[in-house]
């Protein structure tokens, strides 16, 4: 009976010993991972200092000048992708086609101007068809004309009394 009792204790005790070593190393290695940023920071600092020396012409060790003329590259190349991103930035989106003879928007299939029935220069894109917004067809060509068009886009002919 005394020997389970013992058993028993020497275990809980090896519970409580092996918990507080897993706090103690959490924490230690807390401790050392602070340590090496530290490190970091410091060198870092110290990449700094180097840099403005060789900017200033006071860096003549090989190997810090070809570590620097590496920054130099570097720091071209993020000039140009920061120019990048500013460009995509400004991008705008394309205007819509319209007419060169009375500004008006028409669409990429017009082969004729609706408004004022000029002929358009058609694009080498593929036609999209027309939306089935249109409810008219024309009564020369028999093409479906957009509501309100004065002029038939596909032929030219003059749709409106
Ligand atoms: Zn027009
Ligand atoms: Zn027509």
Same mark, same amino acid.
């Given at each position: ?5 013992? !058993?028993?204790? %020497?275990?809980?005790? &090896?519970? !409580?010993?092996?918990?507080? &070593? ?18 970091? *920071?410091?060198?870092?600092? #110290? $990449? ?12 003549? *060790?090989? =190997?810090?000048? /070809?570590?620097?003329?590496?920054? =130099? ?10 120019? $990048?991103?500013?460009?995509? !930035? ?12 009375? $500004? ?5 299939? *017009?082969?004729?101007? @609706? ?6 220069? #058609? /694009? ?6 027309? %939306? %089935?917004? /249109?409810?008219? /067809?024309? @009564?020369? +060509?028999?093409? @479906?004309?957009?509501? $309100?068009?004065?002029? +038939? ?9």
């Amino acid at each position: 009976m005394a020997g389970i009792m013992k !058993k028993l204790r %020497n275990e809980t005790e &090896r519970a !409580k010993f092996e918990a507080a &070593r897993a706090l103690r190393l959490q924490r230690e290695q807390g401790k050392l991972g602070q340590l090496q940023n530290q490190r970091k *920071d410091h060198v870092s600092a #110290l $990449g700094e200092a180097v840099w403005e020396l060789y900017q200033a012409g006071q860096v003549t *060790d090989a =190997r810090l000048v /070809s570590i620097c003329t590496q920054i =130099r590259a570097t720091q071209q190349e993020i000039v140009t992708q920061e120019q $990048g991103i500013e460009a995509i !930035k400004q991008e705008q989106p394309p205007e819509p086609p319209s007419c060169p003879q009375c $500004g008006r928007e028409v669409s990429s299939s *017009d082969a004729f101007c @609706p408004g004022c029935g000029v002929a358009i220069a #058609l /694009s080498a894109t593929p036609l999209p068809a027309i %939306n %089935n917004t /249109s409810t008219q /067809s024309c @009564p020369q +060509c028999r093409k @479906p004309v957009r509501v $309100g068009a004065a002029f +038939c886009p596909a032929c030219g002919a003059r749709l409106t009394a």
